[in-house]
């Protein structure tokens, strides 16, 4: 497993660790978490961190969500 670098991809560690459990999320279920899942998952206990860790990673040109729909955010296809 390699080691997470922040000087080389640009984003923050918690906001690495969000992408990855969203990529893994969508891969073994086939639709996107929702925001609760993504803090369990993640470790964290707030949703408003969620949202801010989403909004970080949609500047950043990461993620996208889907308008007037639920379980919304998917990763847009870049490497870091």
Same mark, same amino acid.
């Given at each position: @497993? &390699?080691?997470?670098? %922040?000087?080389?991809?640009?984003? /923050?560690? +918690?906001?690495?660790?969000?992408?990855?459990?969203? @990529? &893994?999320?969508?891969? %073994?279920?086939?639709?996107?978490? /929702?925001? +609760?899942?993504?803090?369990?998952?993640?470790?964290?206990?707030?949703?408003?961190?969620?949202?801010?860790?989403?909004?970080?990673?949609?500047?950043?040109?990461?993620?996208?969500?889907?308008?007037?729909?639920?379980?919304?955010?998917?990763?847009?296809?870049?490497?870091?």
């Amino acid at each position: @497993r &390699q080691e997470f670098d %922040s000087m080389k991809s640009g984003i /923050t560690k +918690r906001q690495h660790d969000c992408l990855t459990f969203i @990529r &893994q999320y969508i891969s %073994s279920h086939g639709h996107s978490p /929702t925001y +609760r899942e993504i803090s369990e998952g993640i470790g964290t206990k707030s949703s408003s961190n969620i949202n801010r860790l989403l909004v970080q990673l949609k500047k950043r040109g990461l993620v996208d969500f889907l308008p007037s729909r639920a379980r919304s955010v998917y990763v847009r296809e870049r490497k870091l």
